[in-house]
Structure formats: structure tokens, C-alpha cells
């Protein structure tokens, strides 16, 4: 926009400079020269002035580039010379014969072996036995008829009545003679008096099977001990 104004102004100026200089030369000349119509005088050449086109900006320069880092210069150290080693020629030195020491046998000592003497076995004394207490006949049957009374209660918390005794009207009482040791544990078992049913009886034997029994009485924890214990089973 600046350039487009200052070329308007200065083709404005030349203009006006050439009239001027035109008009002062016509004035010159009337006055100089007498009898010279102006009429008669022909028009002045017009001055054509051209001007150039603004010459384009020159682009402007690149950016210089920075200048790249001066990489320092590797010097490899200097090899060092091998030192040359003086060469030393071995010398045979004569030795002096030397006889040999004289060989002196000696028999070798036999280290005696130790004897091994076994302790003399410690004998234990043996322990004198333990008076048994003395039990009496009638106490052993009155401890068998006690414990035959809790197996008895026992086994009758399990008692199941079989249908047809039931309904048939089956009763009786079935006699079990147990062995058994001194914890309680049954070692045999059989049918001591049988109800005349047989229903019956083998309904006892299951009975037993689901009985936990008590620890017997202290009397009878010595040895294995039989009981009969009877099973009754009643219509009510």
C-alpha cells in the first residue's frame, strides 16, 4: 500500500513539472517574439513520461546455519617401546656328587589294642506282686445282677416291635447271655432262653447292636464276666 502511494505522488509531480516548464516556454517566446500568435503556434508535443515498475525486494537471506561443534581430535596414545631384556646363558655349575645317606631298617612298632571290659549288667529287682483284694462270691453275683439290670435299661431305650408280632399278638421275653471284658466291650453273644418266636428274638439281637454299654463295676474290671439279660416285649 506505501509503494502504490509514493508512485501516484511521484508520476503526479512529473506531470506537474512538465506543464509548468511548458507553460513558462510559450510565455518566453511570446514575449521574445513579437507578432506570433499563439493561434498559429502549434500545440506542444506531450511529454509521455513512463515509469518503471518497482523492482520486487530482494528475498530475504536465509537464516545462517549454526555452526557445527569442532569434534576434538581422538590422539591415540603413543605405543611404548618394548624395553629390550638382556639375554642371560645359563651356567652349568658343576654340583658335588653326594653319596646317598645310608638306609637304617627300623621294625615297626605294633601299637597294642585297646580291650574293650562290658559293664556288668544291672539286675532289676522284680517288683513283689500286689496283694488282690479278696471278693467274695456274693458280692461278685450281686455286682452281675446290678450291671444285668443297666445293660437291660439300656437295651430297652432301642426296643422296636416288629408289625406282625403286632398284629398277631406275639409276646415274650428273650434271655441274651453276654461275655464281656473288663471295659464293657461284648466278646460273644447268644439267645440263652428264646421267646418261642423267632421274630422276636432276632428283634433282641438288633437291639443290642445300637446299645452303647456301661463301664462294668469295679469288681468285675478284672477278668471277662458273663450276664443274662432278659428282653421283654409286652402288648399293652
Same mark, same amino acid.
Given at each position: 500500500?506505501?509503494?502504490?502511494?509514493?508512485?501516484?505522488?511521484?508520476?503526479?509531480?512529473?506531470?506537474?513539472?512538465?506543464?509548468?516548464?511548458?507553460?513558462?516556454?510559450?510565455?518566453?517566446?511570446?514575449?521574445?517574439?513579437?507578432?506570433?500568435?499563439?493561434?498559429?503556434?502549434?500545440?506542444?508535443?506531450?511529454?509521455?513520461?513512463?515509469? !518503471?515498475? $518497482?523492482?520486487?525486494?530482494? &528475498? =530475504? #537471506?536465509?537464516?545462517? *546455519? @549454526?555452526?557445527? /561443534?569442532?569434534?576434538?581430535?581422538? +590422539?591415540?596414545?603413543?605405543?611404548?617401546?618394548?624395553?629390550?631384556?638382556?639375554?642371560?646363558?645359563?651356567?652349568?655349575?658343576?654340583?658335588?656328587?653326594?653319596?646317598?645317606?645310608?638306609?637304617?631298617?627300623?621294625?615297626?612298632?605294633?601299637? !597294642?589294642? $585297646?580291650?574293650?571290659?562290658? &559293664? =556288668? #549288667?544291672?539286675?532289676? *529287682? @522284680?517288683?513283689? /506282686?500286689?496283694?488282690?483284694?479278696? +471278693?467274695?462270691?456274693?458280692?461278685?453275683?450281686?455286682?452281675?445282677?446290678?450291671?444285668?439290670?443297666?445293660?437291660?435299661?439300656?437295651?430297652?431305650?432301642?426296643?422296636?416291635?416288629?408289625?406282625?408280632?403286632?398284629?398277631?399278638?406275639?409276646?415274650?421275653?428273650?434271655?441274651?447271655?453276654?461275655?464281656?471284658?473288663?471295659?464293657? *466291650?461284648?466278646?460273644?453273644?447268644?439267645?440263652?432262653?428264646?421267646?418261642?418266636?423267632?421274630?422276636?428274638?432276632?428283634?433282641?439281637?438288633?437291639?443290642?447292636?445300637?446299645?452303647?454299654?456301661?463301664?462294668?463295676?469295679?469288681?468285675?474290671?478284672?477278668?471277662?464276666?458273663?450276664?443274662?439279660?432278659?428282653?421283654?416285649?409286652?402288648?399293652?
Amino acid at each position: 500500500m506505501a509503494i502504490s502511494s509514493q508512485l501516484s505522488f511521484s508520476r503526479d509531480n512529473a506531470f506537474a513539472w512538465a506543464l509548468a516548464i511548458s507553460i513558462a516556454l510559450h510565455t518566453l517566446a511570446a514575449i521574445g517574439i513579437p507578432g506570433i500568435s499563439f493561434e498559429k503556434m502549434a500545440k506542444p508535443p506531450e511529454l509521455i513520461i513512463e515509469l !518503471a515498475p $518497482p523492482k520486487p525486494e530482494p &528475498p =530475504a #537471506p536465509p537464516a545462517p *546455519k @549454526p555452526p557445527e /561443534p569442532v569434534k576434538p581430535k581422538v +590422539v591415540p596414545p603413543p605405543k611404548a617401546k618394548p624395553i629390550p631384556q638382556p639375554i642371560v646363558k645359563p651356567v652349568n655349575i658343576p654340583q658335588p656328587i653326594s653319596e646317598p645317606p645310608p638306609v637304617i631298617a627300623v621294625a615297626p612298632k605294633v601299637e !597294642a589294642q $585297646p580291650t574293650f571290659v562290658a &559293664p =556288668a #549288667p544291672v539286675v532289676a *529287682k @522284680p517288683e513283689p /506282686p500286689k496283694p488282690t483284694p479278696t +471278693v467274695s462270691q456274693a458280692d461278685l453275683d450281686s455286682a452281675r445282677n446290678q450291671y444285668g439290670s443297666a445293660l437291660s435299661r439300656e437295651i430297652a431305650k432301642h426296643i422296636n416291635y416288629p408289625g406282625i408280632a403286632k398284629m398277631r399278638g406275639w409276646q415274650g421275653v428273650v434271655e441274651i447271655d453276654f461275655q464281656l471284658d473288663g471295659n464293657g *466291650k461284648i466278646l460273644s453273644q447268644k439267645i440263652h432262653t428264646t421267646s418261642g418266636f423267632e421274630v422276636l428274638d432276632k428283634q433282641a439281637l438288633e437291639m443290642v447292636k445300637k446299645s452303647n454299654f456301661p463301664i462294668p463295676p469295679e469288681v468285675l474290671k478284672s477278668s471277662a464276666f458273663n450276664v443274662t439279660v432278659p428282653v421283654s416285649f409286652r402288648l399293652e
